[in-house]
Nanobody, 120 residues
């Protein structure tokens, strides 16, 4: 129904930058919110950044001031600009999208995940 395709992950040195992209396609009536989560080995998946339909944003304390989430509504794409990367940012990053159906029901979708590795 709805698919999310992520890109932009890779290997960078500490202090470097990466930009993640997540494009949504399929049967989309309305997008309520888009966000990024990450999961490091042996740890729980955590919210990194979220952008709502109102354009309000939320960030994990660990990434505030370093990461910026944005979206392009025309392309149904959400981005995560990651600057000043540190080894603790190493994880698989997952795109998350919440949509509204035509009947007003919310649905949640996940991307396939993209690996981000930050070396010291």
């Amino acid at each position: 129904q709805v698919q999310l395709v992520e890109s932009g992950g890779g290997l960078v040195q500490a202090g470097g930058s990466l930009r993640l992209s997540c494009a949504a396609s399929g049967s989309i009536f309305s997008i309520n919110a888009m966000g990024w989560y990450r999961q490091a080995p042996g740890k729980q998946r955590e919210l990194v950044a979220l952008i709502a339909s109102s354009d309000s944003t939320n960030y994990a304390d660990s990434v505030k001031g370093r990461f910026t989430i944005s979206r392009d509504n025309a392309k149904n794409t959400v981005y995560l600009q990651m600057n000043s990367l540190i080894p603790e940012d190493t994880a698989v990053y997952y795109c998350n999208v919440v949509t509204w159906s035509r009947t007003g029901r919310p649905y949640e979708y996940w991307g396939q995940g993209t690996q981000v590795t930050v070396s010291s």
